[in-house]
């Protein structure tokens, strides 16, 4: 399974854009890229997916790099209710298999 | 989209028991994921319930310790068995929806003293 690496932690104030970036050098042509992600005492949730354009949804958007070997969530205005565990996974083909990473833990200070 | 139940939601458990999680989903799905989540840690995966046919398990997980059951396309269960306190975890199933967003439980948070 391609594996993703993403910082373990980050912090942002209240009401500002936050940018959690991912690399994933060992993408394949037919991964797509999924966003997690994991609020205190819960299961996780689906923020979003790209394959190689840009994303955008009700929660957050998603940016792809050109060569597809990195992606960065977005989410433009924090709340404490951001606050959570995201995960970036690498999704391909017929098992539907989600591999978990460790993720980042997002701090957000009010 | 679809709503998972699991249950129980948490349960403290003596070593050397069994335990048995139930997910029940509100649609019909042709496979289902159960998870392991150790305190502080990620999500691993288990195995892959497919109706019809035995799970597939990921490395480092048995049959014998973590049976799992698929008897229709809505429901299943998994069981912790012979358990010891390492076995301490939260247990999440999950259900995909075609390759898009899957959806997960609230978990089972398993104490095993």
């Known amino acids: 399974d391609a594996k993703t690496t993403q910082p373990n932690s980050m912090e942002s104030n209240e009401e500002e854009p936050v940018h959690l970036p991912c690399n994933h050098s060992t993408i394949s042509g037919t991964d797509y890229i999924h966003w997690y992600r994991q609020l205190p005492s819960q299961g996780p949730e689906y923020v979003i997916h790209g394959l190689t354009s840009n994303v955008n949804n009700r929660m957050a958007s998603l940016a792809i790099a050109e060569d597809r070997k990195s992606s960065t969530l977005i989410l433009h205005r924090a709340t404490l209710r951001d606050a959570a565990v995201y995960y970036c996974i690498l999704f391909g083909g017929a098992t539907n298999k989600l591999i978990f990473g460790t993720g980042t833990l997002l701090a957000v200070q009010p | 989209s679809a709503v998972i139940s699991q249950k129980p939601s948490r349960d403290i458990c003596q070593r050397g028991t069994s335990l048995t999680i139930q997910c029940q989903v509100d649609s019909q799905v042709t496979m289902m994921f159960w998870y392991r989540q150790q305190p502080g840690q990620s999500l691993t995966l288990i195995a892959t319930?497919?109706?019809?046919?035995?799970?597939?398990?990921e490395s480092g997980f048995v049959i014998d310790k973590f049976p799992i059951s698929r008897p229709n396309l809505t429901f299943s269960t998994l069981t912790v068995s012979n358990m010891s306190p390492e076995d301490s975890s939260i247990y999440l199933c999950s259900v995909p929806t075609g390759g898009t967003e899957a959806f997960f439980g609230q978990g089972t948070r398993l104490t095993v003293v």
């Open positions: 319930a497919n109706q019809g046919s035995e799970a597939t398990y």
